[in-house]
């Protein structure tokens, strides 16, 4: 059984801009590059999990998203550090891009990304984590059984201190960036 870490790209990996709509505007946060490295190196499985509505809304076409992400794995190489494994929902239910209108199981906080990496990796997920910067991030773990942690980058400061009081569960960690999560995750 593998141990994982699961993590959200926009606002936890790099910086949250609304709709990365050209490949130019990805900026990667430094720390994040030596935390997946930190991942690699202790033999912790890397998976990217992402809502990508952009494509379902029409603000960019699947090309823009893979040449985003062909920049992004460029760029982790160059700091040596991978993802084992790439995921993206482009569903929506208000979609207004026909082929993406639906309710679909992969959407956060769904755990059709989880689903789909238990089928190519044999997951330990009492010992795996997710790391984003949204509720839905967290939902999306506790719903398997995932350790949460929630970033204080992208939109996770206002939603922890604007919206936390509403809210169903509790992260399990809040961790100022990536970096410190998954230092807290090694230790």
Not at 14 to 25: A, F, K, L, P
Not at 54 to 77: N, P, S, W
Not at 143 to 161: D, Q, S
Request: proline letters at 3%; aromatic letters at 10%; glycine letters at 6%.
């Amino acid at each position: 059984m593998k141990k994982v870490v699961f993590l959200d790209r926009d606002g936890t990996i790099n910086e949250e801009m609304g709709y990365i709509n050209h490949s130019d505007r990805l900026r990667i946060f430094p720390e994040a590059i030596e935390a997946v490295r930190l991942l690699n190196q202790n033999n912790i499985l890397a998976i990217l999990s992402s809502n990508q509505s952009g494509l379902a809304r029409g603000y960019f076409d699947e090309k823009v998203l893979f040449q985003t992400h062909k920049k992004m794995i460029e760029i982790f190489k160059k700091g040596n550090a991978h993802f084992d494994l790439t995921l993206y929902c482009p569903f929506l239910k208000e979609a207004v891009v026909e082929r993406y209108k639906r309710d679909h199981p992969c959407r956060k906080p769904n755990t059709g990304m989880i689903d789909l990496a238990r089928k190519i990796f044999p997951i330990d997920i009492k010992n795996s984590y997710i790391i984003g910067d949204r509720y839905k991030d967290i939902l999306f773990g506790k719903k398997v059984g995932l350790k949460t942690i929630l970033v204080l980058t992208g939109y996770g400061r206002g939603e922890y201190e604007f919206q936390s009081k509403n809210w169903a569960t509790m992260p399990d960690i809040i961790a100022k960036n990536v970096l410190e999560g998954v230092k807290k995750i090694v230790e």
